[in-house]
């Protein structure tokens, strides 16, 4: 029987589990969690503070998950060490586990640029996991003072949800326009604006230059004080397993499209990986649910002995703030078709007869359609009626891919 290691337990951990049992029911399976509870839906942190949601509906699988694939979970263990050689892992405890298969599948954790006196700050958090959000959701009060470092993705969807205790929430960001990883500064002030409406306070093109206690002194010498201090900065890659083993790395883990490390045997999935985005052909972290769910599923499939390859990673992003919904996948480059409305924006990049990248905010219908269109590099000549403006539906599709699609939904 082959004994199947998970180093992690989040989204691309369960894609992993369940790629091993579509092939093999039997074989041992371990899954380590460094985090107390059960995979849950990571993206929906921010609707925690809000009480929008609790841990129980967070869950990414139903409770029984574990039981039903006969998985055993370590929780609150960190592995610590890989080795290749003799195929074994150790553990925080100083245990250690042996290993035929093993998917490194720890995602990333919060990175925090160095500033002046920041150890001193009280009442800091981070912004990436439900224990974060617990901290966070117990500290502050309807009368406190936040300030939110980044105006990225994390930085936002904290700011959202924090709105609902505190009206006083100022975001910073060294870059001089919001979302600046997804959006032109164009699409971001339209963005930007929706946020001011709902209270929440920018200054932007501007940071910490140093804390004075809980005042921040922002480089442009104005100063800030909070109760409250967020750094939502970025993220790295937990890739020290595979790094420290000797295994390639680049800014994550290196892995082919079946998620084989350069290590023989060891896999990697998710948010820890950098792989190719089809949309322009860069290797890139695509630090994404879908993403994190198929390279697991496809390293699952392929520990177990059967084949799969995971080759049309995109950068995807599909998130809403207060009532505004946008959608962007692929690359803003080529060339481009806008079609801008009192309440939404629609871009559409196009480069050698093939759709490479969409932006939509405020309206997001048949976001499904063009993400498919994308990802299977479809060319736009083959789509019969493929237009913008009107709505989008099976019947652009050309009759090959009309009858693939549909024979795998049926199969
Ligand atoms: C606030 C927020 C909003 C987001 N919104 C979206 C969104 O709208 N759409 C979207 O697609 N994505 C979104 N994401 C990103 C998405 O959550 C991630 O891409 C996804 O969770 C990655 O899954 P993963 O399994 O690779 O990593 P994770 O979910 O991070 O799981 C990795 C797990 O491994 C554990 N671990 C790390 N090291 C070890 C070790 N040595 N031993 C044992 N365990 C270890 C970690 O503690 C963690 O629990 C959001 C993320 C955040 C934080």
Same mark, same amino acid.
């Given at each position: 029987m082959s004994r199947y290691v998970i180093v992690g337990n989040g989204t691309a951990a369960i894609g992993c589990v369940e790629g091993i049992r579509f092939v093999d029911p039997l074989g041992k399976i371990t899954v380590l969690s460094k985090e107390n509870h059960p995979a849950y839906c990571r993206p929906l942190i921010s609707y925690f503070l809000e009480d929008k949601t609790d841990p129980k509906k967070m869950l990414y699988r139903a409770?029984?998950?574990?039981?039903?694939?006969? @998985?055993e979970v370590l929780y609150n263990v960190s592995a610590t060490a890989l080795d290749p050689e003799t195929k074994t892992l150790t553990l925080d405890s100083g245990d250690t586990l042996s290993y035929d298969k093993i998917c490194v599948a720890t995602g990333s954790s919060p990175f925090v640029p160095p500033m002046e006196n920041l150890e001193n700050v009280k009442n800091r958090f981070s912004f990436l996991t439900l224990d974060d959000a617990k901290a966070l959701k117990k500290a502050v009060k309807p009368s406190s003072r936040?300030?939110? $470092?980044?105006?990225?993705?994390?930085?936002?969807? @904290?700011?959202?949800?924090?709105?609902?205790?505190?009206?006083? $929430?100022?975001? @910073?960001?060294?870059?001089? !326009?919001?979302? #600046? #990883? $997804?959006?032109?500064?164009?699409?971001?002030?339209?963005?930007?604006?929706?946020?001011?409406?709902?209270?929440?306070?920018?200054?932007?093109?501007?940071?910490?230059?140093?804390?004075?206690?809980?005042?921040?002194?922002m480089q442009n010498g104005d100063e800030i004080p909070f109760d409250i201090l967020v750094t939502a900065v970025g993220v790295r890659a937990n890739w020290g397993l595979v790094k420290d083993a000797g295994g390639a790395c680049g800014r994550a883990i290196t892995v082919n499209e079946k998620?084989?490390? #350069?290590?023989?045997?060891?896999?990697a999935a998710g948010d820890c990986t950098e792989s190719t985005d089809i949309s322009d052909s860069l290797i890139k972290v695509m630090a994404l649910m879908p993403n994190a769910?198929?390279?697991?599923?496809?390293a699952g499939i392929n520990m177990a002995g059967g084949e799969k390859v995971f080759d049309n990673a995109i950068p995807m992003n599909?998130?809403?703030?207060?009532?505004? !919904?946008?959608?962007t996948a692929g690359s803003r480059k080529g060339q481009m078709k806008t079609d801008i409305q009192k309440d939404s924006i629609k871009r559409f990049y196009?480069?050698?007869?093939?759709l490479i990248g969409f932006v939509l905010i405020g309206d997001v219908q048949n976001a499904g359609v063009y993400t498919n269109i994308l990802r299977n590099q479809i060319p736009i000549k083959s789509l019969s009626e493929f237009n913008i403006k009107k709505s989008?539906?099976?019947?652009t599709y050309d009759e090959e891919f009309r009858r693939k699609t549909l024979e795998s939904v049926v199969k």
């Open positions: 409770e029984t998950f574990y039981e039903d694939n006969g @998985c936040v300030l939110i $470092i980044g105006a990225g993705l994390i930085g936002l969807k @904290c700011a959202e949800g924090l709105r609902a205790i505190t009206k006083n $929430i100022t975001v @910073c960001d060294l870059a001089d !326009h919001v979302l #600046s #990883s $997804i959006l032109d500064a164009k699409d971001a002030a339209f963005v930007q604006k929706h946020l001011e409406a709902n209270d929440l306070k920018f200054t932007l093109h501007n940071s910490v230059a140093k804390f004075k206690g809980n005042t921040a002194i998620m084989e490390t #350069s290590l023989e045997d060891v896999y769910y198929m390279q697991g599923y496809t599909s998130i809403g703030f207060f009532g505004l !919904h946008m959608m196009k480069e050698d007869g093939k989008p539906s099976m019947a």
